[in-house]
């Protein structure tokens, strides 16, 4: 029988959702309802519900930018507080 290559659902379950996204269900719920993450799509004929997959992907690039974006900003911000503390006072503190 020869071999199926495995096709990726464009769909993402909720147990899926909840392993590949760093957020409880009722963060998810609460970003959702705020508009921050996408929204859930009803499975007819079922009452299931799951999202789409490559707005789950966008919404992770998104935020992996965001928090290295941060990241970068407090590197950026403990190293002029480094450089400061070795070059000694500023004018502004010596004049006091």
Do not use: N
């Amino acid at each position: 029988m020869p071999k199926v290559p495995h096709i990726e659902s464009p769909i993402v379950l909720r147990a899926e959702l909840l392993t590949t996204v760093p957020h409880s269900m009722s963060t998810i719920d609460r970003l959702e309802a705020g508009g921050q993450f996408p929204r859930r799509v009803r499975l007819l004929p079922t009452s299931r519900v799951g999202w789409l997959r490559r707005e789950v992907a966008t919404y992770l690039r998104r935020l992996a930018k965001r928090r290295q974006s941060a990241t970068q900003e407090t590197d950026v911000e403990a190293v002029i507080v480094a450089r400061s503390k070795r070059s000694g006072p500023t004018p502004e503190e010596s004049a006091r």
